[in-house]
């Protein structure tokens, strides 16, 4: 919002419209003609981007006073009732343009969803996101007592004004930054797992959404660079999910996408963000020009400081990822600052940036679904979130000296991944004081651990019939195989694919078959809750049901999870503060 233009008939800064209800005595925010005959509702037409954010050439304006109702209350802390608290009820209680108290926080874009105590318009801010259906390509949204994944896709599509000397001037936009961001089951951590944009991979074949309304299937491509996985040849967000889910086996439950716009607007509306410079830069592509020492940047800067790929490391994209997550930690960090988190004028600068930012799919499609996410993440402490990349070598298949492209380090990325599938944290999170969920947790894991105690059965006694219930095409066939030729499993047998598919293995067995289940559970590396034992004994030749789901990698790779992330990756807590070098 611009300052300068308060009282404007198309420019109302929400921050300072408090206004005394004589009803209630409460102050309330109201930006329709039933509070002030002079001042419009909230979604009127959009300004100028110059004149929204303030910026240079914003037009200045008087202020016109409100005949209906005593002036705004002014003061940099939330709006009340002088001289004590606010008083509670009030009337107007049913309109949709009243206040929405939204509390929440998450990766920078989402934070500023919910990271404040604050108001927020349904109708205006609505209005705002772009929504995009990627069918099921995605969970349709997330679960209140499961894990919660969310994809953030930064592209490099030239839209917003300023942005037309950025990126590839014919492109409709790679998937140029891309960040898996996990939130544990029990809320407490996440993790942000960045993901190269040179990286060769697979992308899937991928249906998506015409403009007329129909479906159209984008052909897979075998062995290209992962930032083709969205704008190119149709490719829409959902083309992402599920290469994301290909490479990572996390199946993705949302995404939000935001475009260089993004940076300039969410970094000016907090104020400027906090970066730390251990050297001076002079950078002639991105135009970042600094000295070493510490910097508030915004708008261009901040833009240019997270595209920079040449000043920091050794010049490339890696490097350039560790950039983009110290800014994004130092992001999260102002926006849950006391000086953000008591500006109205602040919280509704980013609420508007963000808004007008961000394009989602349908399961959050709206600020009142974002808003339930929002309160979902609200309470993670910024020093249990961890930005980390995953594990990559050089390409083999290139020449050296002109290595460009990189590709899974499966030594390094497999446990980690597992970890991140296993929904095992990165940091060392304090247990949350809360008696009776500990309690329940300890239980169930003394369940879990229960199913793995007592005598196993030798090898040529276990029955089982393997199904692909999602994971590599044949992995049925090899899975018995390798059962059959290398640990002497001879009673196992290959059923084709699962009647549907699964995110997690799961071996279903009877009470009587449990030193069967313990055996193959060693032999294959399964997790206790892979484990599931039905009510009612078998019979003396009944197999197990063994489904392989989509964390299923191969015949031989353990599915048990290590409780700590290798020594080597790379990674940074969000709370703390590291120079770029």
């Not at 995009?132 to 930064?154: C, E, M, R």
Request: hydrophobic share 35%.
């Amino acid at each position: 919002m611009d300052a300068q233009s308060r009282g404007r008939a198309e420019e109302i800064d929400p921050a300072d419209q408090w206004v005394l209800n004589p009803r209630t005595g409460n102050y309330e925010l109201r930006l329709d003609r039933s509070a002030a005959q002079q001042q419009p509702s909230v979604a009127s037409p959009r300004r100028p981007s110059s004149a929204r954010t303030g910026g240079p050439g914003a037009p200045k304006a008087p202020k016109a006073p409100s005949p209906a109702v005593p002036g705004p209350r002014r003061g940099d802390g939330p709006p009340g009732r002088r001289g004590g608290r606010p008083r509670k009820g009030g009337g107007g209680g049913g309109r949709r343009k009243k206040v929405l108290v939204v509390t929440g926080g998450t990766l920078a874009f989402l934070l500023v969803a919910g990271s404040v105590g604050a108001y927020l318009y349904y109708d205006h801010l609505n209005s705002n996101l772009n929504v995009t259906d990627v069918g099921d390509a995605g969970t349709g949204g997330f679960k209140k007592d499961q894990p919660i994944n969310i994809l953030v896709i930064g592209t490099d599509k030239r839209s917003g004004a300023g942005n037309e000397g950025y990126g590839d001037a014919e492109s409709v936009g790679h998937a140029d930054t891309t960040i898996l961001f996990h939130v544990a089951k029990d809320r407490s951590n996440a993790t942000a797992l960045s993901i190269p944009r040179d990286l060769i991979t697979n992308i899937p074949a991928c249906p998506t959404k015409q403009p007329d309304g129909s479906t159209k299937t984008i052909p897979g491509q075998k062995g290209t660079r992962f930032n083709v996985s969205l704008g190119q040849e149709g490719r829409d967000p959902g083309c992402t999910m599920r290469t994301v889910k290909e490479i990572t086996g996390v199946t993705v439950d949302n995404f939000m996408m935001v475009d260089f716009n993004a940076v300039k607007v969410l970094s000016t509306a907090v104020g400027g963000v906090p970066v730390c410079l251990a050297k001076p830069v002079d950078d002639k592509d991105s135009k970042l020009k600094l000295d070493a020492g510490e910097h508030r940047l915004q708008g261009e800067q901040a833009l240019a400081f997270v595209r920079t790929r040449h000043s920091f490391g050794n010049h490339g994209d890696l490097d350039r990822i560790k950039t983009q997550q110290q800014f994004l930690g130092s992001m999260m960090r102002e926006m849950k600052s006391k000086e953000t988190l008591t500006s109205p004028k602040k919280f509704f600068s980013l609420a508007e940036a963000a808004t007008k930012s961000l394009t989602v799919d349908s399961g959050i499609g709206s600020i009142d679904k974002l808003t339930n996410l929002a309160g979902e993440l609200k309470d993670i402490d910024l020093k249990n979130i961890t930005f980390t990349t995953l594990p990559v070598l050089d390409n083999p298949a290139e020449p050296e000296g002109k290595k460009a492209t990189v590709v899974v380090d499966q030594r390094v990325a497999d446990p980690l991944l597992k970890m991140i599938q296993a929904d095992v944290s990165l940091t060392e999170v304090e247990k949350k004081e809360q008696a009776a969920k500990d309690a329940a947790d300890a239980e169930a894991k003394s369940k879990a651990d229960a199913l793995l105690q007592g005598n196993r059965a030798p090898a040529g006694d276990v029955r089982v019939d393997v199904y692909n219930g999602g994971g590599p095409g044949g992995a049925a066939s090899t899975t018995v195989t390798w059962l059959q030729n290398s640990k002497g499993v001879n009673k196992s047998s290959n059923r084709g694919n699962a009647p549907a598919k699964l995110d997690a293995t799961q071996l279903e067995y009877a009470p009587n078959q449990a030193d069967q289940a313990r055996a193959l559970a060693d032999l294959m590396g399964l997790p206790a809750t892979a484990l599931k034992m039905g009510s009612a004994d078998a019979g003396p030749k009944t197999p197990m049901k063994l489904t392989l789901g989509a964390d299923f990698k191969g015949a031989g790779s353990s599915l048990t999870a290590p409780q700590k992330a290798p020594e080597d990756i790379q990674r940074v807590e969000a709370d703390k503060a590291i120079c770029a070098k």
